[in-house]
């Protein structure tokens, strides 16, 4: 499967972004999509998740301001993030969690990918 992240750029504090991914690709199924981050010199943090049967994960940090949803149907993900602060900058990676193709006539062993990252900056 192929993730195709877009959105993200330049925010002041306080304001919004929106990010947007795509999962493209012989897919069946998509268990878990959702959102990390890695913060320059930091290791990659979760930000948010949602799984296919509508369980939510939220980072604590982001809770109440970041918003994630899904559409099974066309296997995209998106995160509308509000109150944005300085600390949420960071590259921003679309992940795709038990992914399952079609392969020729069955199904592919799960398997899990990464969208190429996108930046968030956010400052005044």
């Known amino acids: 499967v192929q993730l195709q992240a877009s959105g993200g750029g330049l925010a002041q504090p306080g304001g919004s972004l929106r990010l947007s991914c795509a999962a493209s690709g012989r897919i069946f199924s998509i268990n878990r999509m959702g959102w990390y981050r890695q913060i320059s010199g930091k290791q990659r943090e979760l930000v948010a998740t949602f799984s296919y049967e509508g369980d939510i994960t939220y980072a604590d940090s982001v809770k109440g301001r970041f918003t994630i949803s899904r559409d099974n149907a066309k296997n995209t993900v998106a995160l509308q993030m509000n109150t944005l602060k300085p600390e949420d900058t960071a590259v921003y990676y679309c992940?795709?969690?038990?992914?399952?193709?079609?392969?020729?006539?069955?199904?592919?062993?799960?398997?899990?990918?990464w969208g190429q990252g996108t930046q968030v900056t956010v400052s005044s």
């Open positions: 992940h795709a969690e038990d992914i399952l193709d079609y392969d020729y006539g069955g199904l592919t062993s799960p398997y899990d990918s």
